[in-house]
């Protein structure tokens, strides 16, 4: 079946340090990729979305690119901050009409200063 | 402009005890799912509908657990009996046709003792 692997955690860095999650993915058909970010305390918000081989999204300083021949869809910042400690998750849908997102199980990162 | 409500933010009760929790989507959005997310198992989807109607319940652990939604602002997710394995956080998301982006509630931490 479908299905979304992260590389696990926690991940610790030191500000302004570069950030890569790692995530790869099994699907069939075309799917759509995402990278939810989870604030402590707080619901799963967007961050970013690709809908076709190759795109790439980005957002707030983050960005993945939908690469199809490696299957993956790897989370990167080129200098984090504090304010990014959270924990961020990997999702794919295999079509836009109805279907229900497929998660990773979450990368924690914690950002010191 | 209201995101998605759910209630009660937290809720603590006793093995045997039937627990409902409560979920107000975004007005105009016409999907919503129910997910469960714990420490073991990350973010699992139980339920989702679509124009109030239940469309894949896969995820719904085993009889115990029930949905509803009775109209297009209002949805529950019932435990009865709840037992201490339920514990965990449930998140409400919402999503309007055609779109991809789920938007999600703030989530209910419960514990069963």
């Known amino acids: 079946g479908d299905s979304v692997t992260q590389m696990e955690g926690p991940v610790t860095l030191s500000e302004e340090a570069f950030l890569t999650i790692n995530c790869t993915y099994t699907a069939t058909g075309y799917p759509s990729l995402f990278w939810y970010v989870q604030y402590p305390g707080e619901g799963l918000q967007l961050l970013l979305k690709?809908?076709?081989?190759?795109d790439k999204g980005s957002n707030k300083g983050f960005e993945a690119t939908y690469r199809k021949e490696t299957t993956s869809f790897h989370l990167e910042k080129g200098s984090v901050q504090v304010s990014d400690s959270a924990v961020y998750f990997c999702?794919?849908?295999?079509?836009?009409?109805?279907?229900?997102?497929?998660f990773g199980k979450g990368t924690t990162l914690s950002v010191s200063s | 402009d209201a995101g998605v409500i759910q209630s009660p933010r937290h809720e603590v009760t006793e093995m045997g005890q039937e627990v409902t929790l409560r979920c107000k989507p975004i007005s105009g959005h016409n999907s919503l799912f129910w997910y469960r997310q714990t420490m073991m198992r990350g973010l699992e989807l139980l339920i989702y509908f679509n124009n109030n109607v239940p469309i894949d319940d896969s995820g719904m652990p085993e009889d115990r657990f029930s949905a509803k939604m009775p109209n297009a602002s209002f949805s529950t997710l019932k435990i009865q009996p709840s037992e201490p394995r339920d514990s965990a956080v449930y998140f409400c998301?919402?999503?309007?046709?055609?779109?991809?982006?789920?938007?999600f509630g703030p989530g209910t931490r419960l514990t069963v003792t």
């Open positions: 998301a919402s999503r309007t046709s055609g779109a991809y982006e789920q938007y």
């Open positions: 690709a809908t076709k081989a190759d």
């Open positions: 999702a794919l849908t295999v079509n836009q009409a109805g279907t229900a997102l497929i």
